[in-house]
């Protein structure tokens, strides 16, 4: 049963024992995560192409990847609403981060382009059908999974040479607390989303587990679940982070671990910088801690739960 997870599992342990003391080695693996990834999406997209009647799979998945979504975030304000009134955060006088995106069109861009990879993955699959068959789309399965093995040795290598100690992790309660309430009020989301998508229990935590990772949910998902599924967990994360982009601003004066928390793993990069502008230089720590731990947890969770 657990195989599968620790064939998955090593690359991602092996590449967190990797210290990495070069900046230009650093960049390199940087480029190397980012680039694995959009094969990846790209892979995906031809193994959607691959489907039957494509266009019902597709509404298919549009239709589960809003209840899912919907599921999870009503868990998700409630316990982060809840949590928001138990914390008190004294926040400091809201401070532009130096040279950080805080356009949300800028920082929407890099999420929205990740859509358009996949869409070009579709369209070359429809494409490229005609004339090498079937044979095209398993291919592209299997080369996902190499590529996969790779992303996760890169990423375990990241989480390693992030600059988060663990000391600094443990003793930031806030961050900590954030991080729980959200994986945990996630999980119930997902579990209760379970029938409704005719899920089993186990694969509905897995789809939830994402925590916004919407590149890494959506691979490791589709890697076992398929690829429709896997477009769901991609699609459910994704609307996650877009919806955090709206939410931040709106609310985080009045309810800072609501508006931290709800960008789940992307806290402590994508939404960081709009945290930190209406938020103030108060939430960055909290909001990196909180990401970083739900990073380090979303992989191993997914991958344990759909072993079971």
Not at 82 to 111: C, E, F, M
Not at 252 to 271: H, K, N, V, W
Request: net charge neutral.
């Amino acid at each position: 049963m657990f195989s599968g997870l620790l064939i998955v599992l090593l690359p991602l342990v092996l590449g967190y024992l990797v210290p990495v003391h070069n900046s230009r080695v650093m960049n390199a693996i940087n480029r190397g995560v980012s680039l694995s990834i959009y094969a990846i999406l790209m892979l995906m997209g031809l193994s959607l192409a691959g489907l039957p009647d494509l266009a019902a799979q597709l509404s298919r998945m549009g239709g589960q990847a809003l209840t899912l979504f919907t599921v999870i975030t009503l868990c998700n304000l409630l316990a982060l609403g809840w949590l928001s009134h138990r914390l008190q955060l004294d926040l400091g006088r809201p401070q532009i981060v130096s040279n950080a995106p805080t356009s949300k069109i800028a920082a929407l861009a890099g999420s929205l382009s990740l859509v358009g990879v996949v869409l070009a993955g579709i369209a070359l699959g429809l494409v490229l059908k005609p004339f090498v068959g079937e044979a095209l789309f398993g291919g592209a399965e299997s080369l996902a999974e190499w590529v996969l093995y790779l992303l996760l040795g890169l990423i375990g290598c990241q989480l390693r040479n992030s600059g988060m100690p663990l000391k600094q992790i443990l003793l930031n309660r806030h961050g900590l607390f954030i991080a729980v309430t959200l994986a945990l009020s996630s999980l119930l989301g997902g579990l209760l989303a379970a029938p409704l998508l005719d899920l089993r229990w186990n694969e509905g935590l897995a789809m939830a587990a994402g925590f916004g990772w919407y590149s890494l949910s959506g691979i490791l998902i589709g890697e076992h679940l398929g690829p429709v599924l896997g477009g769901v967990a991609f699609f459910n994360d994704l609307t996650r982070e877009l919806m955090a982009f709206v939410l931040i601003p709106l609310v985080i004066q009045r309810m800072a671990p609501l508006a931290i928390g709800y960008g789940g793993a992307t806290s402590m990069d994508f939404t960081l910088p709009v945290i930190q502008q209406h938020g103030g230089v108060a939430c960055v720590p909290i909001a990196v801690v909180s990401g970083f731990l739900l990073s380090l947890l979303s992989p191993p969770l997914i991958l344990f739960l759909l072993s079971l």
